[in-house]
């Protein structure tokens, strides 16, 4: 036990920001509706970004260097909370947290990277702006649930908390083996708040918002921890059951208490966590590949180490694209077929998980050239998770009101008039 902890990383240490990361682009609005200005997409394209690409799951944050990373982060932030009139955040500020926050993340880790947390913030934007809402959370949440994405695995070791649990590590200890992990990162990420100068993101609120603010963030970053998947899960289908046969559905009276909103944010935030399988292909495979090589590097430790080697982490006996399939089937299924008959409109990110799961068969096919009875087995489970997702499209609700026509109320007057370079 003892010896075991000296091999790893202790209790995470906030670092200082990378002082040569550049600067953020000018505010500008507005994604608190689906609508998002020519000013907003020039601002873009100022960066060499089109916004085309930007504004579907065909972007791939594993193309962008760090720098315009953290500047197309701070885009997302900032063009959110342009677009309503109580939110006022400092560029400079903002800068300061997100570089920060880049400088907390192990760049040496194949998944846990600030890659992965700038791909998270962007699926919850586009969730956001998809399902409508800006008709449902207010500013400030939406601001938060941002803020939340970036954050939620600053500090990460790449190492997982059964493991960490295992060898009674400074983390598991500190949390008495409850989420530890998410815990660190709810704990670096407000550590960051008050101990680096001007890089309180939150230091616009009143005070009872900031404490709004830091309940959501915690709870959401929380719910990134595994252990929560399948209750997630089953709120989300409790959710549509109690509105499936409703008529005229309005996204506004469908969530209005606090307990459902944070339920829909915990929602956005643990799928955009693992959202990678339900990107394009050429997104989800090399995602796949680095999450299962951080995954050998933890067995590798663990066989040094002599305690046991877990499921997916033997590379030695693991199929990659076999183990894809499984969890694909059991995890990311269940999850993203709740989600869509919750929120139609995100059914893009199911048509792509279909297609992939088929695309993994045929790699396993290819590498293992199976039996016809185990091929057939395969095949009949990837088709059967293929059905669960169609039949969730089909029995989606139906909402008659987006809220689509509050975008009138966003003044993009007014937001013009508050763009500049911090």
Not at 8 to 14: D, F
Not at 171 to 185: C, G, R, V
Not at 238 to 254: F, I
Not at 328 to 336: A, N, Y
Request: some cysteine; charged content about 20%.
């Amino acid at each position: 036990g003892e010896n075991s902890r000296e091999t790893l990383p202790r209790q995470h240490e906030v670092k200082t920001e990378t002082a040569s990361l550049g600067q953020l682009p000018m505010r500008q609005s507005c994604s608190g509706s689906p609508y998002v200005s020519e000013t907003d997409m020039s601002t873009l394209t100022s960066m060499a970004v089109d916004f085309g690409e930007f504004n579907s799951w065909h972007f791939n944050w594993l193309d962008v260097e760090p720098q315009k990373q953290v500047a197309m982060a701070g885009w997302i932030i900032l063009q959110n909370a342009a677009s309503h009139k109580d939110l006022n955040p400092s560029s400079e500020v903002t800068l300061k947290f997100l570089k920060t926050v880049h400088a907390n993340y192990n760049a040496d880790l194949p998944f846990h990277t600030f890659s992965h947390a700038v791909d998270a913030l962007h699926t919850c934007w586009r969730y956001m702006c998809l399902a409508s809402a800006h008709s449902f959370l207010t500013g400030i949440e939406q601001f938060i649930l941002l803020v939340s994405a970036i954050s939620h695995d600053v500090g990460h070791f790449g190492l997982n908390n059964p493991h960490l649990i295992e060898v009674g590590h400074d983390i598991a200890l500190t949390y008495n083996d409850k989420s530890p992990l998410e815990n660190m990162h709810c704990a670096t990420t407000f550590k960051i708040m008050a101990s680096e100068q001007d890089a309180n993101i939150f230091q616009f609120f009143r005070r009872s918002d900031f404490f709004e603010a830091r309940r959501i963030c915690i709870e959401a970053i929380l719910h990134t921890d595994m252990v929560h998947h399948f209750a997630c899960v089953k709120e989300i289908d409790v959710l549509y059951q109690m509105h499936a046969d409703d008529s005229g559905n309005d996204l506004a009276q469908l969530f209005p208490d606090r307990d459902t909103k944070q339920k829909i944010m915990n929602l956005f935030l643990h799928s955009a966590d693992v959202s990678n399988p339900c990107k394009p292909w050429s997104i989800c495979h090399p995602w796949a590949m680095r999450c299962l090589e951080e995954f050998f590097n933890q067995g590798d430790q663990e066989r040094s180490l002599g305690i046991p080697v877990q499921m997916l982490n033997d590379r030695t006996k693991v199929n990659r694209p076999f183990s894809q399939i499984g969890f694909v089937e059991f995890m990311i299924v269940p999850l993203e077929a709740a989600k869509v008959k919750l929120f139609p409109a995100l059914y893009e990110t199911a048509e792509h998980l279909k297609a992939n799961m088929q695309e993994w068969a045929r790699l396993w096919i290819d590498e293992v050239n199976p039996l016809d009875e185990e091929r057939a087995k395969v095949q009949s489970r990837v088709n059967k998770a293929c059905d669960m997702l169609a039949q969730a499209r089909a029995s989606a609700i139906v909402y008659t009101n987006t809220g689509e026509e509050t975008s009138a109320e966003i003044n993009y007057d007014s937001v013009a008039s508050r763009l500049s370079h911090g």
